[in-house]
């Protein structure tokens, strides 16, 4: 090497040792999660989680209406054709809305989902540490050359399977999770508009194909923080 040993000392000291220590700790981690329970309790918790909120939105709406009637001496329980004018805290309608965008959302959650295991995330958020990254490969090891480089990558690949499992449900989840969302606050917007009929059809419908920024960041948190 023209540059002598402190060349040699960068490739042992930064190199070598360094990206070596991240493969095992890639190595280690991914043979945690290799189990199939982690998977399928990585799917059951979130599909659950999402799934209990539209009866927890509904029935908290059809307390709310009732405590409504009770306060205003008898007023309507069921308000016109769509959303009706009660504008104050949670209504039924929005843990309908947030079925609808569950049921109507599950296409482009698919494709999150597979575009998630392919390794592209739809952004940095993610809640497995190290499911980006890709250590164990026969570049990252310098051994591009050896007659182990494609052992080296193969084994990568087996041992990314876990995060890649993980990662696609993560995608998939948020998708879910920003749909129910969005749909639960176009509704909302457009019944605060005091709306009915074609109007309120309409509304909604302009909300979810072109959401404001205050709606799109509340369904941003929803597909974050899910």
Known sequence: ????????????????????????????????LFSPKTQLRNIIGNAFYLSYSVPEYILAGIYGNIESAVINGGGKLLRGNHWGGYNNGMTWEMGVAR?????????????????????????????????????????????????????????????????QGLTAGDEFFKSIAYRMELNAQAYRKASDLNLQGDEFVAKVKETLENPPEDIHLEAMNARNYQ
């Open 99 to 163: 079925l609808y965008g569950m049921v109507h959302g599950f296409g482009d959650a698919l494709y999150m989902g597979y575009k998630g295991f392919s390794g592209s995330v739809s952004d940095n958020i993610t809640k497995y540490e190290g499911a980006t990254n890709d250590y164990i490969t026969a570049k990252n090891l310098n051994l591009e050359n050896s007659i182990f480089a494609s052992t080296v990558d193969f084994m990568g690949k087996i041992y990314r399977l876990p995060y």
């Open 1 to 32: 090497d023209k540059n002598g040993m402190p060349a040699t000392n960068n490739y042992v000291g930064e190199n070598f040792f360094k990206r070596s220590s991240k493969a095992w700790s890639e190595a280690y981690r991914g043979g945690l």
